[in-house]
């Protein structure tokens, strides 16, 4: 089946500075990878998504980028801002239901 | 509804009882997924309804956990005889279909289970 890692699982940056969390994943039938955020106590919040027949996406201060030779894909998050604090997953879906990577704890010091 | 409901939004049961875990998930989507996520842990998978059945039962954690969907909406996950490491959120997640075009997920805030 599927197996996502992501990295890093902690990740300090200085609000206006740029984030970086890499994913790869197994298996090369997976299509689609979204990004969810999850803030404290609650459920987790697409932010962003790409499908294997596009690079890189951008929606203004996010972007996703994937390489299919390589199965990995990073979401950046430029421009930080203390509102971006929060749990970060990746994951994939091909054939097996939506797999995640274990979350990077992004947090944006002020 | 306009997004994926969950209740009860928190549970405290005492160890040996058994919980219903009700999720009502966006309307028109025929996939409906359950995960469980430990406290700072990631998602772990637990099953997945496509309509009414569930093809994929891997994720369930032992034979006290079921769950059911009838009617194409409503799902609700089962665990008898709870124990104490079954503490943890139940996030339910709908989308329009598994391996549809515009597959986007979409999660609910989860139900808190605490077992004492």
């Known amino acids: 089946g599927e197996n996502v890692e992501q990295h890093p699982s902690t990740l300090s940056v200085q609000e206006g500075d740029s984030a970086v969390i890499k994913c790869t994943y197994s298996?090369?039938?997976?299509?689609?990878f979204p990004w969810y955020k999850q803030e404290l106590g609650k459920g987790p919040q697409l932010i962003i998504d790409i499908r294997s027949n596009v690079g890189e996406k951008k929606d203004q201060r996010i972007a996703v980028t994937l390489n299919k030779t390589a199965k990995h894909f990073s979401l950046h998050i430029t421009e930080t801002q203390p509102e971006d604090s929060a749990v970060y997953f990746c994951a994939a879906i091909g054939n097996t239901p939506l797999v995640f990577g274990k979350g990077t704890r992004l947090s944006v010091i002020a | 509804g306009a997004g994926v409901s969950q209740s009860p939004s928190n549970k405290v049961t005492e160890k040996g009882k058994d919980v219903e875990l009700r999720c009502d998930p966006i309307s028109g989507h025929t996939a409906l997924y359950w995960y469980r996520q430990s406290l700072g842990q990631g998602l772990e998978f637990l099953i997945y309804?496509?309509?009414?059945?569930?093809?994929?039962k891997s994720g369930l954690p032992s034979d006290r956990f079921s769950a059911e969907r009838t009617g194409g909406s409503v799902s609700t996950l089962t665990i008898q005889r709870t124990q104490q490491e079954d503490s943890a959120v139940y996030l339910c997640?709908?989308?329009?279909?598994?391996?549809?075009?515009?597959?986007?997920?979409?999660f609910g805030e989860g139900s808190w289970l605490t077992v004492v």
């Open positions: 298996d090369s039938a997976s299509n689609y």
């Open positions: 997640a709908s989308s329009l279909g598994w391996k549809v075009s515009g597959n986007t997920i979409y």
């Open positions: 309804f496509q309509g009414n059945s569930a093809p994929d």
